[in-house]
């Protein structure tokens, strides 16, 4: 097993919602056992309302969904 990191230093959830797909895509053909979504800190130095940020986490946790 191995542990893959995808993650982006300040990187916001919007952002992590247009690249998740890709980084997906990228992975094709690839045995994921567990994905582990980190966001929403980087949001909030931006001034993303919470309601955008929880819309945003669903988003990710879908995309997740729909390539397991």
């Known amino acids: ?3 893959v990191e995808y993650g982006l230093p ?4 919007d952002k992590m ?3 998740l797909g890709q980084v997906f895509k990228q992975l ?6 567990t ?9 909030f130095a931006y ?4 309601d955008d940020i929880a819309s945003n986490l669903k988003r990710l946790a879908e995309t997740a969904a729909a390539f397991g």
Do not use: Y
């Open 1 to 3: 097993n191995s542990v």
């Open 28 to 33: 094709k053909g690839e045995v994921i056992e």
């Open 17 to 19: 919602v247009r690249r």
């Open 35 to 43: 994905v582990i979504l980190l966001g929403g800190i980087n949001d």
């Open 47 to 50: 001034g993303v309302t919470p």
């Open 10 to 13: 300040g990187e916001t959830t």
